[in-house]
């Protein structure tokens, strides 16, 4: 499944799509998939981003909690030179 049909299916399980549906065929100015999903795919990334970051941090406290063990801040690392 790419990027964008993950968006699309996340953006349905909550409602959003049809509501930025509806607001096409009621205003008739706005087409969803052209105008409205590069924004948000945009959202959709930056959110990862900050989950990323957050994951991160919290591998790299545990790591300062248990210094005999590397493997969170490798993993970490492994994180962030993925994206």
Request: hydrophobic share 35%; proline share 1%.
């Amino acid at each position: 499944m790419s990027f964008r049909d993950t968006i699309l299916r996340l953006a349905r399980e909550v409602g959003l799509w049809e509501m930025l549906e509806g607001y096409s065929s009621e205003y008739g100015s706005l087409d969803a998939e052209e105008d409205c999903l590069p924004d948000l795919e945009r959202f959709a990334a930056l959110v990862a981003a900050h989950e990323r970051q957050r994951i991160c941090a919290m591998l790299r406290e545990r790591h300062k909690q248990e210094e005999r063990h590397n493997y969170y801040g490798f993993i970490a690392r492994m994180i962030e030179e993925s994206s």
